[in-house]
């Protein structure tokens, strides 16, 4: 079955952490990373801050057009800031290699996926403006 | 462990010690009981595990401590009158949270204090670094460049001084709110130039005052996500400090837009920044940080200086200076004309500029750059001269005295 492995923390607070901290942070991920590509096809997806989000909200009639909000508005707890996505023979196998990225300021949810479709991949580039 | 816990802390410092503030009306106060709460959650969590809402823990158990050192001193009346039902000692197992709405309007009142008119600019941005962001005496005197001991007795009358001059601390009026955020914002605005400008010191530990305006103009973002400006200002922030590490060459000499190794700049600052800029622009107003940023972003997304687009650029300043009609935007707007237009055309439009920005060393260096560029060595020669006598950083000296050589070199 597919898992997805979920990361909730304050967003903001690993900038803050010591140098050292951060280091042992992004060991864990560079780990599980590695872990994963010798298995197979996996997918990482790392968020910007909730501030760059936009929200598009359920229309308040049927008619009408749904309401494009900014924000999510300020809240101080943590907020999704990325996942993984692999197969694993099971939610054993899921978890220990959650635990890989796990560390004193992030929440990690281990889900099943029920459905999951495309591929991509994304390193930060040359992007275009209007 | 503990490092871990004080990063958590920092994020929640503004919001903490801006409501602290409005219910004990005393920033030192304040700061105390956040800090014995911090005190308090270090000892305590890695016992009892991190509580559910951390923010919300930190400010009931500091709202406590506060009382506690309310009660032996004098102001406990006055304190206790104001908000006698709120002030009941909290339960730590079952925290409640200040309406959002109420703590955003007290995290833009401590700013706006910190930006009294009162105090001079510096005392302002040292103010907000030690309050709201929660540096050090020594981090904030290390970042100013000046001792330990003179920045804690800036703080200390700085501190004085707002506290003889109250801000309400009533709901603001929606004016006052617009007003303070206009307010706030260039404060952070001039807290990254501060830390930008690199006026005569270390660059890296200059650096420190663009993160934290950074930190801030995010703040300010989380607090007002429906205003474009805010989202606009850090994009701007964040398309500059994107090429800060391609800014020096290994000698620390400072390298101009065109001289700079693109390949260096920091594609995920930038990309984020194109992704704020979008959704500012989405607002369909035009407000001159959204323009500074859409110019930062013209710079940023050329792949090459040759393939700056000047005429874009060139439009955009002009937008600004309907906007903001300064000198030092009309000069900005004049370096897009030069590029399209020629040194010619530039020295001509200058000429309006001389006397307003005769004291602005950033005149005088351009117009120099234009001279030599039509020829007029020895007249450039003595602008850069002009420009050495306005107190140019370091590495700006060292870039006028190795342009003067090569005007001699013309003559």
């Given amino acids: 079955m597919m898992y997805s492995v979920l990361i909730y923390s304050e967003a903001g ?8 901290a951060q280091d042992r942070v992004m060991a864990g991920h560079q780990a599980l990373q ?42 101080t707890k943590e907020a999704f800031l990325g996942f993984y996505a692999a197969e694993f023979a099971n939610l054993d196998e899921a978890l220990e290699h959650a635990r890989m990225i796990s560390s004193p300021i992030a929440r990690i949810e281990v889900r099943p996926i029920a459905w999951a479709g495309g591929v991509m991949s994304s390193e930060p580039q040359n992007v275009g403006v209007a | 462990m503990s490092a871990w816990l004080e990063a958590g802390f920092v994020t929640h410092r503004p919001r903490a010690i801006a409501a602290l503030t ?35 823990w930190l400010l009931t158990v500091a709202r406590n401590a506060g009382l506690d050192r309310v009660r032996k001193t004098t102001r406990r009346s006055a304190i206790l009158d104001r908000n006698a039902e709120w002030l009941k000692m909290q339960d730590i197992d079952e ?20 930006c009294h008119p009162a105090l001079a600019r510096q005392d302002q941005l040292a103010l907000a670094l030690k309050v709201v962001a929660g540096l050090s005496v020594p981090e904030i005197a290390r970042a100013f460049l000046v001792k330990p001991k003179t920045m804690e007795q800036r703080l200390t009358r700085a501190k004085r001084t707002i506290a003889a001059n109250t801000v309400p601390f009533e709901t603001p009026s929606p004016q006052d709110r617009a007003r303070r ?46 205003m474009s400006e805010q989202a606009a200002l850090l994009a701007l922030l964040l398309f500059q400090h994107a090429r800060h590490p ?3 060459d290994d000698r620390g000499t400072l390298l101009t837009l065109e001289q700079q190794d693109r390949g260096l700049w920091d594609r995920a600052a930038i990309n984020e920044a194109v992704s704020l800029l979008q959704k500012a622009e989405r607002s369909g107003q035009s407000a001159p940080y959204q323009i500074q940023a859409a110019i930062a972003a013209v710079h940023a997304l050329a792949p090459t200086a040759q393939q700056t687009d000047w005429h874009k650029i060139e439009a955009l300043y002009a937008a600004l200076y309907a906007l903001q009609p300064t000198p030092v935007v009309r000069l900005n707007w004049i370096a897009a004309i030069a590029k399209i237009q020629g040194a010619d055309v530039a020295l001509d439009e200058m000429a309006a500029l001389e006397e307003p920005l005769a004291g602005y060393r ?23 001269e002009t420009a050495l006598t306005l107190a140019p950083t370091g590495p700006e000296r060292t870039i006028i005295q190795r342009n003067m050589v090569a005007c001699q070199e013309n003559l």
């Fill in chain 2, 22 to 56: 409005r219910v004990f009306r005393n920033i030192d106060l304040a700061e105390e009981a956040f800090a014995d709460a911090c005190v308090k959650a270090v000892a305590d969590w890695p016992r009892t595990g991190t509580p559910t809402d951390p923010f919300a």
């Fill in chain 1, 34 to 75: 590695k872990a994963l590509g010798a298995r197979g096809d996996f997918m990482s997806v790392k968020l910007m801050p909730p501030s760059s989000a936009v929200t598009v909200e359920p229309a308040a009639t049927p008619e009408s057009p749904p309401l494009v909000v900014d924000g999510p508005f300020a809240d």
């Fill in chain 1, 13 to 20: 607070v690993f900038d803050q952490l010591p140098k050292e």
């Fill in chain 2, 95 to 114: 925290p409640d949270l200040p309406d959002p709405n109420a703590v955003r309007d007290d995290v833009l009142r401590l700013l706006f204090i910190c």
């Fill in chain 2, 246 to 248: 391609a800014r020096m």
């Fill in chain 2, 181 to 226: 955020l206009g307010e706030v914002s260039l404060m952070v605005y001039l807290m990254f130039n501060e830390g930008w400008s690199t006026s005569g010191g270390d660059a890296q530990i200059r650096l420190s005052l663009c993160n934290e305006a950074i930190r801030l103009a995010r703040l300010l973002l989380e607090l007002f996500p429906g």
């Fill in chain 2, 362 to 384: 950033w005149f005088h260096t351009m117009r120099a750059a234009f001279l030599a560029e039509t020829g007029q060595a020895q007249a450039a020669h003595a602008a850069y």
